[in-house]
């Protein structure tokens, strides 16, 4: 009949509404559920880590993580509070050592801020940075773009050592390697590199340094960026020295602000020392023989700032052209050095079987896998400095002179 129908489409079309409401009232209580949330006051942002070898278990893990400043310390009350927590655990593993700093923590430990890798000498040399690498590339917390260090002694004491002029030392050594050539070196690169054939691994050094006290409460010791540790199949080979860290800029990075300083001509006491204003160089392989030579051309335009050398003023031709060559002479004899130390420890940080790969093709495919152990330790290579003086002018010698150069009787 047609007044049930019209009463039957009534109670259709209510249990529809109600359904509807249901529904809105469910999705409303899912939008505002809070299961999941993460609150400031539940987590820790480590910025640093470190990595040495245990004394009593294989490997001892240290967390650099700022301490939460509280209200009445942000109003200058209360006592006096580390900034940092600086925290190590000792495990067979990395993980295992990471999990027991957890269980020490109150907070939840997130990686996503993590700045700088500490690897121990001693860690690097036994057991080989392999395990690190892997942790860190498999962690979906820390960033590609963290920089790694290799520390020259304990990793942990970096992370300990009060920093200059940063509040905090994983952002210490971050603005040291930036202002050290620009030679932005992140694990990024360190991962690339050690998945290439053509490339080796190497890493920045730093290390602890002993600091006079200039006032009392100065801190005893600073750390320093010391030089370049070249790795061999994840095994630390070789440590360099500052020198060395220079070279690497000049090949993956920018020399802009680095010095060359050079002894004088025969006939004149003292040293002569130029800042590099730009710089370049080229890599050119070339077939020699039954194999293949390369070429490192190096030209770069600097800026006399000292000389003790008595050989006139830079504004004459003659005088101008022999610092150009004395300032080349070193810089050629500090690059060939360079090279022939990365030959001797079989590594190649600057890539040369990269050029060897790009210009001869199908003989690198033929050797590859005998280029990195075999051929390039012997391979042949020429280096050629230029040097060009730009500002002329300058004094010959300091406007006053040190006690050194007055005891020697150089002025």
Same mark, same amino acid.
Request: with cysteine.
């Given at each position: 009949?047609?007044?049930?129908?019209?009463?039957?489409?009534?109670?259709?079309?209510?249990?529809?509404?109600?359904?509807?409401?249901?529904l809105?009232?469910?999705?409303?209580?899912l939008?505002?559920?809070?299961?999941?949330?993460?609150?400031?006051?539940?987590?820790?942002?480590?910025?640093?880590?470190?990595?040495d070898?245990?004394?009593?278990? %294989?490997?001892?893990?240290?967390?650099?993580?700022?301490?939460?400043? %509280?209200?009445?310390?942000?109003?200058?009350?209360?006592?006096?509070?580390?900034p940092?927590?600086?925290?190590?655990?000792?495990?067979?593993?990395?993980?295992?050592?990471?999990?027991?700093?957890?269980?020490?923590?109150?907070?939840?430990?997130?990686?996503?801020?993590?700045?700088?890798?500490?690897?121990?000498?001693?860690?690097?040399?036994?057991?080989?940075?392999?395990?690190v690498?892997d942790f860190?590339?498999?962690?979906?917390?820390?960033?590609?773009?963290?920089?790694?260090?290799l520390?020259?002694?304990?990793?942990?004491?970096?992370?300990?050592?009060?920093?200059q002029?940063?509040?905090?030392?994983?952002?210490?050594?971050?603005?040291?390697q930036?202002?050290?050539?620009?030679?932005?070196?992140?694990?990024?690169?360190?991962?690339?590199?050690?998945?290439?054939?053509?490339?080796?691994?190497?890493?920045?050094?730093?290390?602890?340094?002993?600091? @006079?006290?200039?006032?009392?409460?100065?801190?005893?010791?600073?750390?320093?960026?010391?030089?370049? %540790?070249?790795f061999?199949?994840?095994?630390?080979?070789?440590?360099?020295? @500052?020198?060395?860290?220079?070279?690497?800029?000049?090949?993956?990075?920018?020399?802009?602000?680095?010095?060359?300083?050079?002894?004088?001509?025969?006939?004149?006491?003292?040293?002569i020392?130029?800042t590099?204003?730009?710089?370049?160089?080229?890599?050119?392989?070339?077939?020699?023989?039954?194999?293949?030579?390369?070429?490192?051309?190096?030209?770069t335009?600097?800026?006399?700032?000292?000389?003790e050398?008595q050989?006139?003023?830079?504004?004459?031709?003659p005088?101008?052209?022999?610092?150009?060559?004395?300032?080349?002479?070193?810089?050629?004899?500090?690059v060939?050095?360079?090279?022939r130390?990365?030959?001797?420890s079989?590594?190649?940080?600057?890539?040369?079987g990269?050029?060897?790969?790009?210009?001869?093709?199908?003989?690198?495919?033929?050797?590859?896998?005998?280029?990195?152990?075999?051929?390039w330790?012997?391979?042949?290579?020429?280096?050629?400095?230029?040097?060009?003086?730009?500002?002329?002018g300058?004094?010959t010698?300091?406007?006053?002179?040190?006690?050194?150069?007055?005891?020697?009787?150089?002025?």
């Amino acid at each position: 009949m047609p007044g049930c129908d019209r009463g039957r489409g009534r109670v259709r079309r209510r249990a529809r509404w109600t359904a509807l409401v249901a529904l809105l009232v469910f999705t409303a209580a899912l939008l505002g559920g809070c299961w999941s949330r993460v609150e400031l006051n539940d987590i820790a942002l480590v910025l640093g880590l470190a990595v040495d070898l245990g004394e009593e278990e %294989a490997v001892r893990v240290t967390l650099h993580v700022p301490r939460p400043v %509280a209200p009445q310390q942000a109003a200058g009350l209360g006592g006096a509070q580390e900034p940092v927590w600086v925290v190590a655990r000792e495990a067979g593993s990395l993980s295992d050592a990471l999990a027991l700093i957890r269980l020490a923590s109150p907070r939840r430990l997130v990686f996503h801020h993590l700045r700088v890798v500490l690897i121990g000498e001693e860690y690097a040399r036994r057991y080989g940075i392999g395990d690190v690498l892997d942790f860190l590339a498999t962690n979906q917390e820390i960033r590609l773009t963290a920089r790694p260090f290799l520390v020259e002694g304990r990793a942990q004491e970096v992370l300990e050592t009060l920093p200059q002029l940063r509040a905090l030392q994983p952002f210490n050594l971050t603005g040291i390697q930036q202002a050290k050539g620009r030679t932005d070196w992140r694990l990024k690169d360190l991962l690339v590199a050690r998945a290439s054939v053509t490339h080796s691994v190497w890493i920045p050094t730093v290390r602890v340094i002993q600091r @006079p006290a200039g006032t009392p409460h100065s801190p005893l010791t600073g750390v320093e960026l010391s030089g370049v %540790a070249l790795f061999r199949r994840d095994y630390l080979q070789r440590i360099l020295g @500052p020198p060395a860290y220079q070279v690497i800029a000049w090949f993956l990075g920018d020399p802009s602000g680095f010095t060359i300083t050079a002894p004088c001509p025969a006939g004149s006491h003292g040293t002569i020392s130029a800042t590099v204003l730009t710089g370049r160089t080229r890599v050119r392989p070339r077939w020699e023989g039954d194999g293949i030579a390369f070429r490192v051309e190096v030209s770069t335009h600097v800026n006399v700032m000292r000389s003790e050398c008595q050989i006139g003023e830079l504004k004459d031709a003659p005088v101008r052209e022999l610092v150009e060559r004395i300032l080349a002479e070193d810089l050629h004899e500090r690059v060939e050095q360079f090279i022939r130390i990365t030959q001797e420890s079989v590594t190649d940080p600057v890539g040369f079987g990269k050029y060897a790969q790009m210009a001869f093709p199908q003989y690198y495919k033929r050797m590859e896998d005998h280029w990195g152990e075999q051929l390039w330790p012997t391979t042949p290579v020429e280096v050629v400095a230029r040097v060009t003086v730009d500002q002329a002018g300058l004094v010959t010698g300091p406007v006053h002179p040190t006690e050194r150069e007055l005891r020697e009787g150089l002025h």
